[in-house]
């Protein structure tokens, strides 16, 4: 068994649940990448909450990899995409 990186398993899969909405990830973006590549099982779940935006920011802003630029590219780019900006490109 080989693990790969960020909680991504050979023969498991990854350890996350991708969220989507209307098939675009709303979360763990990077580990979908990780896996779609090489061929890796990965699961997801259709988003069901009411404000998909609050629920990125939630998920993405106090994550300790990110810089502060990084946060406030966040903030930028989930305020476009709540004035009709659809799809998000960081969110």
């Known amino acids: 068994m080989l693990l790969?990186?960020?909680g991504?398993?050979?023969l498991t899969g990854c350890r996350d649940i991708a969220i989507l909405l209307n098939d675009i990830v709303l979360d763990t973006w990077h580990r979908y990448q990780g896996c779609e590549k090489p061929g890796i099982?990965?699961?997801s779940v259709e988003f069901q909450?009411?404000?998909p935006i609050s629920f990125v920011l939630?998920?993405?802003l106090y994550r300790r990899h990110l810089s502060t630029s990084q946060r406030v590219q966040a903030i930028?780019?989930?305020a476009a995409w709540k004035q009709g900006?659809?799809?998000p490109r960081l969110c």
């Open 4 to 6: 790969l990186r960020g």
């Open 8 to 10: 991504i398993h050979e």
């Open 41 to 43: 099982r990965f699961l």
């Open 49 to 51: 909450g009411a404000d």
């Open 58 to 60: 939630s998920r993405t």
């Open 76 to 78: 930028v780019e989930c």
């Open 85 to 87: 900006g659809w799809p």
